[in-house]
């Protein structure tokens, strides 16, 4: 029997297709063969991008903007938002319409062209994190930005343009959309329950224990109630911490751990799928919204969204979560 369920943050509605039960193996998705061809983010080629805003070089002697470095960050030339754009409300009749004050980066990830996110060492990963959790920061410092949103496409169909590894940062003058919902939807629960929602949902997840994939000191990895994709897998901290910008310490190698174990089990399960993964986080305009919970989601896009998902709201997901997270902690990672 289907179950349409309900988020319990959003108050979205998903169906879960029971009678499908998609497993792993019931998805028939083959890594597509690489292009080849010229690559402005390889070795050699630093010149195609603008000027580098940072780089871990493991020889400092090395100059910006030429070999010699194992993570690079540059503004995305063709970013989407611009830095030098003066910030200005603006009316079109009964339109309205803010200029795209902002700024687009993109996070190289590897000098290797054919590196995955699972592949790297994990001091690397620890290192990666470690520099976009700092861009993250410097970008929300501007008074003029409210969110800096972070995330990864791996595969064309996830939206990936390039092949070469990278994650991408965009900062914006307004909070989205979908964020206001989950910041109205949190602070709802909080009013009305006197908790965060998302931890609630830890501590009901762990007792439950069928929708868990990993857990370790600072972290867990669960295949949420009312999940849109087929093994959709969020990373929460088990502290509560409202901002992807406080991450300290220990925790980066906790997350490093979590999260590329998480990226390993889907590309040994499902032969290096297209995913996106992408961190929500407390807006950066000065409220604090204490009640907020921060929080990490990999979405794996192993299906096509058809005509009844975009006209209605509704996703279909044919692989329930319970047997999601049944079939990656199987798979080694």
């Known amino acids: 029997m289907s179950e349409i369920r309900k988020d319990i943050i959003t108050g979205n509605y998903v169906v879960i297709a029971v009678e499908r039960s998609k497993r792993p193996h019931d998805f028939a998705h083959k890594r597509p063969p690489k292009k080849g061809g010229f690559c402005p983010f390889c070795y050699g080629n630093e010149q195609e991008t603008p000027p580098e805003v940072a780089a871990l070089r493991p020889d400092e002697n090395t100059e910006p903007d030429t070999p010699g470095w194992e ?3 540059v503004p995305n030339k063709f970013g989407a938002v ?3 754009i003066e910030l200005k409300d603006c009316k079109d009749g009964i339109y309205s319409y803010v200029t795209g ?3 687009a980066e993109v996070v190289i990830e590897s000098p290797r062209h054919d590196s995955t996110l699972g592949s790297h060492e994990p001091e690397h990963v620890n290192n990666l ?3 976009i959790r700092d861009r993250y920061n410097e ?13 990864k496409n791996f595969g064309p169909t996830a939206g990936a343009s390039l092949e070469h590894p990278h994650w991408q940062i965009i900062s914006t003058p307004l909070i989205p959309t979908n964020v206001m919902d989950e910041l109205k939807g949190t602070e709802n629960y909080y009013r009305k329950h006197g908790t965060c929602p998302y931890c609630e949902m830890i ?12 857990e370790n000191d600072y972290f867990v990895a669960l295949c949420p109630y009312a999940s849109r994709f087929p093994f959709e897998t969020w990373i929460l901290p088990k502290e509560h911490n409202n901002c992807f910008g406080k991450l300290t310490g220990k925790e980066f190698g906790e997350l490093t751990e979590m999260l590329q174990g998480i ?8 032969d290096y799928p297209p995913y996106n993964i992408v961190v929500h986080s407390n807006p950066v305009d000065g409220v604090d919204r204490d009640y907020y919970h921060w929080h990490i989601e990999i979405l794996p896009r192993l299906a096509i969204m058809a005509v009844f998902e975009l006209g209605t709201g509704y996703h279909i997901n044919p692989t329930p979560p319970e047997i999601a997270a049944d079939s990656l902690k199987e798979i080694g990672g």
């Open 71 to 73: 993570i690079r960050i």
């Open 82 to 84: 611009k830095p030098d």
């Open 101 to 103: 004050r902002g700024a």
């Open 129 to 131: 994190l470690k520099m």
């Open 139 to 151: 970008l929300g410092s501007d008074e003029n930005i409210s969110y800096v949103q972070v995330f």
């Open 203 to 214: 501590e009901e997840e762990l007792k439950d224990g069928s929708r868990i994939v990993a």
């Open 263 to 270: 990226v390993k089990k889907l590309e040994l399960g499902f």
